[in-house]
Structures are given as C-alpha cells and as structure tokens.
C-alpha cells in the first residue's frame, strides 16, 4: 500500500495523469453505449428522434472512414453525444422532486428514474461539490449547491426550503451521505410545513435507526426481530469490565461512522494487555460524548440490503453480497432476510428509503447488524427498471419491486480500472486483467446511453478537481472513490 500519509501529492499528480490520458478510453466507452442505445431503438418504429439518429449514423460512418486518430475520435463522438441526447423526449409532465446528494451516482441514478417516469428534477449538492458531474444529466431541471449540514444546520434546512419553494418541489426524497441522515430528517419535517412532501423519516426515528445499539434495542424490544447482543461502553473502564465477563465472541466498534477503524474488527474478550494496547490507540478516547458498541460476533455470510418503504409497505428490495468496502452488485434471492424486512416495515409503518447489513448464519438465521436509513448504492442493480421511480413517489404503487432474475452485476469503470494499476501507488486493491475483464461483463452503473454527458463529467471533470483540490492541499488521502463521488481523505467521511 502506498504510504499515504507522506506521498498526498505524488500519488494525487499520478492519478490525475491517469485521469487525464483516459479521456479517450471514456470518449469509446460512451460511443459503444450511444451506439448500443440507437442500436435498441431502430428495433423498433421510429416515430421520434430520426433526423438526430441519421446524424449520430453519420458521425459513425465519418470516424470510420477518416481513421483520423484522437480528434477525429473527440469530435465524433461529440457529435453523437449531441445528436442522442436530443433524440428522445423526456420532457416532464409530472411534478418536481428535490434530490440531495448530487455528487453520489446513487443520487443520480434516483433523478433519472424520476426522470424517465416524468418527474421534473431539482438536484442539490453541498457547496464544496459545487463541480458534480451529475448536474449536466438530461434528469436534472435544476442544480443548487447549499451550505453543508454539518457546518450549519439551520442554514442548510433555509436554503433548501428556499429552493422548494422557488421550483414549486411537491417531493423531497434526500440521497443522503453517512454524516447527514439525521440533517436530512430535520429538514423534511420544515419542508413539510411547507407542503413539500418528504420521504424520509422523523428526527427521532432516524436517530434511533442510525446508532448501531439503539437500533438494536429498537428491533428487539419493539419488534421481536433477531438482532446480535449488544451492549453500549462509554469509558475504557466499562469495556475492561465487560471484557472480563463476556461469554462468546464481539466485536468492539465506534457508534459514529469511523472511516479509520470501522474495519478494525477487534474482538473481545481478549486479554487485558491486548485491549489496553488498542484502546491506547484510538485517536478519540471512549467517552459519554462518543460511546462504542460491544456487538455479538455472528459468523456466517454477510448481506446488504435496501428498501424503499411507503407506510408500512415494501415498495421494493434488493439484497447482495456484502464486504467491508462493496463496490460491486447483484440481487440475492435471501428469503428470510426478506422475511425480517417485512416484519419491519409492517412493525414500524414507516415511509422513506432504508439499508441493513446482515449476517445470515450457518442455520440459515438473519441477524440484522446495524441500520443506515438512507439510500445505498446497491440500488444500482435496479437500472434496468424505469419504473423503480414509480416504486419511490407513486401513489398508488401496490406491488414490491425487485431486480429481473438476470440483471447483470452493477460496477463503476474506472474504480475496476485503477485496480489494474500498482496498489502500492493508488490504494484500490489489486485485480487481473482476467478478473476485471469479468467484471466488465456487468453493468457499468453511470454510463447510459440516453444520458451520456455524466460519465465523462463525474470521471473527468469532478474527479479530477476533488483529486487537484487534495494535491493543492497536500492532504493525506486513500484514494478517490467514483462511486460516492469524492475523495477518500483521512479523517474524513
């Protein structure tokens, strides 16, 4: 691994050269899938879009009797950008929908699907995102940048209801990032005084779902679903006494999102030099102020969930494969996770979107290990259904929405790419050629033949100025994440 903490602005200049030199391998990567669109679409009657779909055509041809190299291959392919982005009508004939979290994929991939079922989108981003690749989406209507939540909260939830009102937003569906959960909660209780409609919890709910002990005591007591034991430590005196009278195995972990040592894993009982050796290492000493969670270690494989949720109901669902850092998706058929989803949602009669990881033992038993009520990437895995918009907002959707048997596995291209590169440099595991070339058989979960200009932007034009703001800075960092859209910084979240 690259030694992070002395090299920020080495590994930064190398990776935006690399950021640099592929422009032309995403130029082709949006050729063949605008191709792929128009390839789709002349299967069928062409009763809109013909003279745009000719000129696409003719770029084509061009390219390939010019053979003129990089411009040629710049120019035509923006030609074709251009010719296919005007040869559908999306134009929305729905109410507008306010989405937050513009920088994240998954946050476009929510305005698109409003999108393609009719909605108009409003999409916002935090002002140090102001550059989101997301915000040059044929989806988006409308972008703002707002102050970040956790600087001012008040002023957040102002801004926003400014821009509610402003653009007549009937819906405020918050894609949320790790730290804003509760913000956001905040937030649609004044947008709806405001008759914007939020599908989001209450500040109290989500601030029970989002703490690991509390939203174990939660389900256990109210709910009577199958959670590991858990007790909560606020003192290093607490967990030295608890060590010395645990029976089984856990699993020590921080209650606040901990990008340090979230994956630590560190296991009790153990002995009492052992455990002095790591509390001594955690930069922020257990406290009152910031208490930890003594969780049972289950073993078994590990699943993460998402669900959209509408007044007790299961709108949709999708279940994966989990690890400590997902990166790529595909649904699962779990029946008795699905079977623990329903027994929540029909015990809470909550409405808003919602994860869970699991760990489904050696029995077959799910146990629920902790909570994030926001919106995950795994949602991805529903990019082939256009309707999953209607999943979110329709009022009267019945049915549960679930991924086609055969959806391909979801994956973001260049986090795939720079595993082909030295990890010692960039920090992102490493994979053959063989193995990502497997990998590429999925789904690449921003590149879209309808809405091309994203991919290019997110990878190339947000990418690389979150990458030159951290060589400027010199700040250690891990690597940028294209997924989430940002760069993984230490200390950050």
Request: with cysteine.
């Amino acid at each position: 691994m690259a030694e992070i903490h002395t090299l920020p602005r080495t590994r930064a200049a190398l990776t935006l050269f690399v950021l640099l030199v592929t422009i032309p391998v995403s130029l082709f990567l949006v050729l063949c899938s605008v191709t792929s669109g128009i390839l789709n679409s002349v299967r069928k009657p062409l009763t809109t879009g013909v003279i745009p779909q000719l000129v696409f055509c003719v770029g084509v041809a061009s390219l390939t009797y010019l053979n003129s190299g990089v411009c040629a291959s710049v120019f035509f392919t923006g030609l074709s950008v251009v010719a296919f982005y005007f040869s559908k009508d999306r134009t929305p004939t729905k109410a507008t929908v306010m989405v937050t979290g513009g920088k994240m994929s998954k946050s476009l991939h929510f305005a698109r699907w409003f999108w393609k079922c009719g909605y108009r989108v409003v999409l916002v981003e935090t002002s140090d995102f102001w550059c989101s690749g997301s915000r040059f989406s044929r989806a988006v209507s409308a972008f703002y940048t707002v102050t970040p939540p956790t600087l001012n909260r008040q002023a957040y939830i102002s801004e926003l209801s400014s821009i509610a009102q402003k653009e007549s937003a009937k819906y405020f569906v918050p894609v949320s990032s790790a730290l804003d959960s509760v913000n956001d909660s905040y937030a649609k209780t004044a947008l709806e005084k405001l008759g914007c409609v939020g599908l989001h919890f209450s500040p109290e709910i989500t601030e029970i779902l989002d703490q690991k002990h509390s939203f174990s005591k939660f389900v256990e007591e109210k709910l009577s679903l199958r959670v590991p034991r858990s007790y909560k430590v606020e003192s290093n005196s607490e967990v030295h006494s608890l060590n010395e009278s645990l029976e089984g195995e856990f699993i020590l972990k921080n209650l606040a999102y901990d990008q340090i040592h979230r994956l630590d894993m560190f296991k009790l009982p153990c002995s009492k030099q052992e455990l002095e050796q790591y509390l001594s290492s955690l930069e922020t000493p257990i406290s009152k102020e910031h208490p930890w969670q003594v969780q049972e270690f289950i073993k078994g494989t590990e699943y993460a969930a998402f669900a959209v949720l509408r007044e007790g109901n299961i709108r949709a669902i999708v279940v994966s494969e989990s690890s400590s850092s997902q990166l790529n998706y595909s649904h699962k058929q779990v029946p008795q996770i699905e079977d623990w989803l329903e027994g929540f949602a029909k015990g809470t009669k909550l409405t808003g979107q919602v994860s869970f990881d699991f760990i489904v033992d050696s029995s077959q038993t799910a146990y629920c290990i902790e909570c994030n009520p926001r919106v995950h990437s795994q949602c991805s895995v529903f990019l082939d259904k256009e309707e999953f918009g209607e999943a979110v907002l329709g009022e009267h959707w019945e049915s549960t929405l679930k991924p086609s048997k055969n959806s391909p596995e979801t994956y973001w291209f260049y986090n795939e790419f720079f595993k082909l590169l030295p990890n010692w440099v960039f920090n992102y595991g490493s994979k053959s050629l063989k193995e990502v070339a497997t990998t590429l058989k999925g789904k690449e979960a921003i590149l879209e033949s309808e809405d091309p200009l994203p991919f290019l932007m997110m990878n190339h034009f947000q990418a690389f100025l979150l990458v030159l703001s951290t060589f400027v800075r010199g700040r250690p960092w891990k690597k940028i994440d294209f997924c989430i859209g940002k760069v993984v910084e230490l200390n950050s979240h």
